[in-house]
T-cell receptor, first 111, second 114 residues
């Protein structure tokens, strides 16, 4: 039973446009959420996080929105750049220092 | 440079032949973990360690062993590999209590068991 779900395996976006990656979760007790970015042949790298007491966190071109009533978070990338092409994972902690990861969304930004 | 180093990057082995994947971090992190990534399943935790000599099972520990004799090293041992352990493996570490800043992951080890 997946506690963190990314229902879109892939997404293609034109350069300069907005990319929106989605993640749904089932457990209301998660304290915070993270997004990771993964390039081929590399390990995932931490991108941005959001505490459950907030509904938005912004870092440059990346913004994460949290809708607790819908148990949904989204990552917005504006404007999208070809270098953003990667697989994006959302993650949520279920114990101290242990995470559920989503299955990932592969983003392709078309020049 | 702060990093998590895994070796080897690629490994092809035969069923039943014991192997070890090494993992080392230079950030003095207390917490280390092993994950495997499989298509459609995301990242699943195999084992984790909260400090030296403290290890525990993750979600998919069957067929794996770990040890944490030193803070910097966390090897993953497959005593008798089977084809269903063919996967992409990642080692990760973080400072304890800093999980909202995320893990630092290694570059991965692609293992094929034939």
């Amino acid at each position: 039973d997946q506690q963190v779900k990314q229902n879109s395996p892939s997404l293609s976006v034109q350069e300069g446009r907005i990319s929106i990656l989605n993640c749904d979760y089932t457990n209301s007790m998660f304290d915070y959420f993270l997004w990771y970015k993964k390039y081929p042949a590399e390990g995932p790298t931490f991108l941005i996080s959001i505490s459950s007491i907030k509904d938005k966190n912004e870092d440059g071109r990346f913004t994460v929105f949290l809708n607790k009533s819908a148990k949904h978070l989204s990552l917005h990338i504006v404007p999208s750049q070809p270098g953003d092409s990667a697989v994006y994972f959302c993650a949520a902690p279920y114990k101290v220092d242990q995470f559920y990861f989503g299955t990932g969304t592969s983003l392709t930004v078309i020049p | 440079e702060a990093q998590v180093t895994q070796n080897p990057r690629y490994l092809i082995t035969v069923t039943g032949k014991k192997l070890t994947v090494t993992c080392s971090q230079n950030m003095n992190h207390e917490y280390m973990s092993w994950y495997r990534q499989d298509p459609g399943l995301g990242l699943r935790q195999i084992y984790y360690s909260m400090n030296v000599e403290v290890t525990d099972k993750g979600d998919v520990p069957e067929g794996y062993k770990v040890s944490r004799k030193e803070k910097r090293n966390f090897p993953l041992i497959l005593e008798s590999p089977s084809p269903n352990q063919t996967s992409l493996y990642f080692c990760a570490s973080t400072r304890q209590g800093a999980m909202n800043y995320g893990y630092t992951f290694g570059s991965g080890t692609r293992l094929t068991v034939v």
